[in-house]
């Protein structure tokens, strides 16, 4: 893991615009009032035996934890919280973005209001279609959490 690199990346995401629409690229993603980043991408997982997955999933979990403590030194403690209810929810309301799409990716998440800023950061592992590659996302987001 290389945290210096994805602390950099999360001081760039938690200032920069965001863009007017909805625009992606290999560096992640992003649209009207937030920004996706993929911070690690496990690769050849998609069809890999289970057990190698199951390993590595831990390993991006083990991950998350360690850069949400460095996080949590810049900007205090976070918000533990489990998506499901919003994946749930989205069958019967309207759940703006990016937190609808972000739920059905990720269980569970780190999420801190950033000092002065006026937006969300969430981290967490997007490790729940089997049939996908393992992610270690960073969202930065103006629309606060349903």
């Known amino acids: 893991m290389d945290t210096e690199k994805y602390l950099a990346l999360a001081d760039v995401l938690s200032s920069r615009e965001f863009p007017a629409e909805d625009d992606g690229s290999d ?3 992003g649209g009207p009032g937030f920004l996706l980043a993929p911070l690690a991408v496990s690769h050849g997982l998609r069809q890999a035996d289970p057990a190698l997955r199951v390993a590595q999933v831990e390993r ?5 934890e360690v850069l949400a403590g460095r996080l949590t030194e810049r900007w205090g403690e ?3 919280v489990g998506l499901q209810t ?3 929810r989205t069958a019967h309301e309207e759940i ?3 937190w609808a799409g972000f739920s059905l990716l990720v269980e569970d998440a780190y999420l801190w209001e950033l000092p002065g800023h006026g937006r969300w950061a969430v981290l967490g592992v997007a490790d729940m279609d089997s049939a996908d590659e393992i992610r270690l996302l ?3 987001t103006e629309t606060d959490p349903p």
Do not use: M, S
């Open 27 to 29: 560096a992640g993603e």
């Open 60 to 64: 991006f979990h083990d991950d998350k």
């Open 78 to 80: 976070p918000y533990r």
């Open 86 to 88: 919003i994946r749930l």
């Open 96 to 98: 703006p973005e990016p």
């Open 138 to 140: 960073l969202l930065v």
